[in-house]
Each structure stands twice: as C-alpha cells, then as structure tokens.
C-alpha cells in the first residue's frame, strides 16, 4: 500500500533533550510538509520540502529542524530550544503540482514532555 | 501574511441535523481544499474548489467556493454518526507550496 509513514506514535522528551520524528513516503511525491496540531489550533507549518536537498522554513520553525537527503525521508528534529514542544506531529506529503496541492498525512507523532 | 478564519469553533447537533462550516481569507485564494479528522486520526482531504462561484457536492456534503475566491462553506444535510470530526479548511494562494489551514470546525453529533 502506499502512503506515509510516521513513527513513533507517541515520544517523550526529557529537559534539554533533542528528539527525531521519522517521517517516510512511498508516494513518490516531491514535497514533504511537517505540521504542528495544538487543541483547538489548526495545523500550523513548522518547514516544508519541495524538492530533495532544499527545505524551507514555514511559519513556526524556531526550535525545529529538518533534513530532505532523500525523496521518501523527511525526519524533524525537535530541539532543546524548542521550549513548549508537546503536541500532535503531522508529516504530510503531496506531488508538488502547484495546482493540485493535495495533501496526504501520516498517523501523526504524539510528543509530550516528561 | 494569509489568514484563514473558520466559524463556529464548536457545532453540537442532532442526528438528521443540518450543519454548515464557514471559511473567510484575508486574501484571494487560489484554492481551497476542506479535509476532515477524525477523533485521534489525522486530517482526510475532502476535496478542492478553484473557480470563483464553484459549488461541489459528495453525497450528504456541499461544498461552495465564493465569488470573490475569498471565502467557502460547507454543509453537510441530515448529519449522521459517522459525520463526527474536525472540519478544516485550507487556502493555497501564495507563490510557494503553503496552504494555510483554519483553525477547524469539530462537530459532534448526538444519536
């Protein structure tokens, strides 16, 4: 089947600590989005891939960080400087068409703090 | 920057029920796409509006696209149990690959 997959479910971050959150597709899509999802927010952009070796920053990037060294791979690293990081983590690919932005999301990342 | 608002937050309804979901930019969109997540799933894309005045229909649910391609709606008639979830909306406009999402609609539904 294809699709995203995101792992883990859920992670649990210690004081000072940084963590990864895999994301991969198998889509064969060019660009790769990370969305941030509080209660009661909307999913807000934290960077976004459209092609392999460039990523750009959406609107919450403080604190996070990513990489795009392949095309089915979009891993974010949450930071230490990342200083309220529990959330819902949302990895979302599409083909890149600007004209057919479609979306496809993972099963989500829960990150809490302990 | 673009800014999507979507009303009303909450929407408590009985079954067989209308509903109806409102989304307005501060900006012409080039699109809008509406997707809906269940509770403790992630978001589904519903569909996607381009043309001014386009209307879309899915069964139960109605999607419009506004004249000014600034704002959208949809409606679902007779809601059902299986109707339970977050509704966003999401405007693409700018010159790059962002969607901006509203902050959602979350219907719950009672038998």
């Known amino acids: 089947d294809g699709g995203i997959t995101q792992s883990p479910k859920y992670l649990f971050r210690k004081e000072g600590q940084n963590v990864t959150l895999s994301c991969e597709q198998n889509?064969?899509?060019?660009?790769m989005y990370w969305y941030r999802q509080d209660p009661g927010q909307g999913l807000r952009l934290i960077y976004y891939s459209q092609i392999v070796n460039d990523f750009q920053k959406g609107d919450i990037a403080e604190g996070y960080s990513v990489s795009r060294e392949k095309k089915e791979s979009f891993p974010l690293t949450v930071t230490s400087a990342q200083k309220n990081p529990t959330a819902f983590y949302l990895c979302?690919?599409?083909?890149?068409?600007?004209?057919?932005?479609?979306?496809?999301f993972g099963s989500g990342t829960q990150l809490s703090v302990l | 920057g673009q800014q999507v608002m979507q009303i009303p937050q909450y929407q408590h309804v009985q079954e067989g029920e209308d509903f109806t979901t409102y989304c307005n930019s501060s900006?012409?969109?080039?699109?809008i796409q509406w997707y809906k997540q269940r509770p403790g799933g992630h978001p589904v894309f519903l569909i996607q509006?381009?043309?001014?005045?386009e209307v879309k229909k899915q069964k139960r649910l109605t999607f419009q696209f506004g004249e000014a391609k600034k704002n959208s709606s949809l409606h679902i008639t007779a809601t059902q149990t299986t109707d339970v979830g977050t509704y966003f909306c999401?405007?693409?406009?700018?010159?790059?690959?962002?969607?901006?999402f509203g902050k959602g609609t979350l219907l719950t539904v009672n038998p």
């Open positions: 999401a405007g693409g406009g700018g010159s790059n690959y962002k969607l901006t």
């Open positions: 509006l381009v043309k001014s005045g």
């Open positions: 900006t012409t969109l080039s699109n």
């Open positions: 979302a690919s599409s083909t890149g068409d600007r004209t057919s932005e479609k979306l496809f």
């Open positions: 889509l064969n899509h060019d660009a």
